[in-house]
């Protein structure tokens, strides 16, 4: 069983840059594609980006191209979210989750068997 939980969120200010990270316990992340998602209020729980077991292929939802950066650090069991020049609309519960990683590409909620309980990222105009 892997445990993860989510830190970094906060109030922002639009323009501000943020940086996300998801711990993990109970196994090494070593095995595992990540992925982070978001909810907005009253939206459904979208894709944001995911990284394969070693970290060298990474994907993003085409929203947050160029602004977002997802990566990991398997020595220290732990994967980020860079954010840069936040918009309100970025306003979300943001969520790490892991799968096994068998070589595809995760992209959809329905991927992944593990998950946070998510970091509050609030960002004011």
């Known amino acids: 069983q892997v445990q993860l939980v989510e830190s970094g969120g906060g109030l922002v200010q639009s323009g501000d840059s943020l940086r996300l990270s998801c711990a993990a316990s109970?196994?090494?992340?070593?095995?595992?594609?990540m992925g982070w998602f978001r909810q907005a209020p009253g939206e459904e729980r979208e894709f944001v980006a995911t990284?394969?077991?070693?970290?060298?292929?990474?994907y993003y939802a085409q929203s947050v191209k160029g602004r977002f950066t997802i990566s990991r650090d398997n020595s220290k069991n732990t994967m980020y979210l860079q954010i840069l020049v936040l918009k309100p609309a970025d306003t979300a519960i943001y969520y790490c989750?892991?799968?096994?990683?068998?070589?595809?590409?995760?992209?959809?909620?329905?991927?992944?068997?593990?998950w946070g309980r998510g970091t509050q990222v609030t960002v004011s105009s």
């Open positions: 109970g196994d090494t992340l070593d095995s595992y594609a």
């Open positions: 990284i394969s077991r070693n970290g060298n292929r990474a």
């Open positions: 989750a892991a799968t096994l990683d068998r070589g595809n590409t995760y992209g959809y909620s329905f991927d992944y068997n593990y």
